[in-house]
């Protein structure tokens, strides 16, 4: 390994924090010794906090139906050959129900900006879930809305908030993203979140178009700053109908090494192996747990849901991303030294940023 990775990767350690040249450069200098070493010190952060339990969480795919025409996303609104589906209110609690039958106890509502899920709707549908799972943390994942309307959710009982910011390069953001979306807007809904006491993920593609290496490292800044509860990364993976169609796919190598920064940076930070990672490689989820990630997503959406909700190509949705495969799961998981934990799995506040 070159000298100066590891010097890098010893600060990282010892400050919890880089600058953001340093990130660029521990980036650029990436090779197999200095990944090898950064997910052994992941390691031994996540154990520090978490042992070797792995949170599982049941995600439902609530709505393809989105106003929002991102350029990388397979269910922007332009896209007309998408199978659209907005499940109702009892296909959501009784998957809710199946899945805390389980044992599942975190539900994540996922969906894209659907005007059919006004707050009133959200707001009954919080409450009867925590009236008939209740030991369950619920988490959504349904995009910008008002702060009128986040703490009508959180009011009602949500317990945290999935929003990826996608990238904090404001330049970057307006290359990914129509006219009409700011990346101001996305960060005063991060910050509106953070200030309603939701527990908040947000996250980035790894790999997206026209996205260097400086980017990086500023989204690196911003989880360090923001300090997030969770935060999702996955390799960019192009759908067939979007603008992004021909761009290639992300490195999922890259990806790996930037899971072992984030858990370096905060050890109790709830990092997902994502779905996007076990897509781009056939061992991702496993690969993931070991470079530091600590949270699998096991998909228990309908299977009409399942089949629409693709946001790139390829989707996974079999194996470990199966909800109906929980035994198979814990045997995977079992035998790579990891115990499933269906508890709520809440942020370790009182581990942040110690060891
Ligand atoms: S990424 Fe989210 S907000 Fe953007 S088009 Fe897709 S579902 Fe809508």
Redesign the pocket.
């Known amino acids: 390994m070159k000298r100066r990775a590891e010097e890098l990767i010893r600060a990282l350690w010892e400050r919890r924090s880089l600058e953001k040249l340093e990130y660029e450069e521990l980036l650029s200098l990436r090779d197999a010794d200095s990944a090898a070493l950064l997910r052994s010190l992941a390691k031994k952060a996540r154990e520090s906090t978490y042992r070797n339990r792995v949170f599982l969480r049941a995600l439902i795919e609530i709505s393809?139906v989105?106003?929002?025409?991102?350029l990388?996303?397979?269910?922007?609104?332009s896209n007309k050959n998408v199978c659209r589906f907005s499940l109702t209110d009892e296909e959501i609690l009784s998957s809710c129900a199946e899945g805390y039958a389980l044992g599942l106890r975190t539900f994540v509502l996922q969906?894209?900006?659907d005007a059919r899920f006004t707050d009133k709707r959200l707001t009954s549908l919080i409450t009867n879930i925590k009236r008939t799972c209740p030991e369950a943390a619920v988490t959504l994942s349904l995009?910008?809305r008002s702060r009128k309307s986040y703490t009508a959710l959180r009011n009602a009982g949500a317990d945290r908030y999935l929003l990826r910011h996608e990238t904090a390069n404001a330049a970057h953001y307006a290359s990914l993203?129509p006219e009409n979306m700011r990346l101001e807007t996305r960060m005063r809904c991060l910050s509106d979140l953070k200030e309603l006491g939701f527990q908040v993920g947000a996250g980035f593609m790894v790999g997206s178009p026209n996205q260097t290496l400086s980017h990086l490292a500023e989204d690196l800044q911003f989880i360090e700053t923001f300090r997030p509860q969770m935060c999702g990364i996955g390799p960019f993976l192009p759908q067939h109908d979007t603008p992004f169609a021909k761009e290639p796919a992300g490195d999922t190598d890259l990806c790996l090494y930037l899971l072992s920064i984030l858990r370096i940076l905060d050890p109790a930070l709830l990092l997902p192996a994502t779905t996007a990672l076990a897509t781009a490689h056939e061992n991702g989820t496993i690969l993931g747990l070991e470079a530091g990630a600590n949270v699998i997503m096991p998909n228990l959406s309908p299977r009409r849901a399942k089949e629409n909700y693709v946001?790139y190509d390829g989707k996974k949705i079999t194996g470990d991303q199966n909800a109906a495969n929980l035994e198979t799961l814990k045997q995977t998981l079992a035998t790579a030294g990891y115990v499933p934990d269906f508890s709520r799995g809440d942020y370790r506040k009182e581990h942040h940023g110690t060891l």
């Open positions: 393809n989105c106003k929002n025409d991102c990388y996303c397979g269910v922007r609104a969906g894209g900006e995009g910008e993203h946001l």
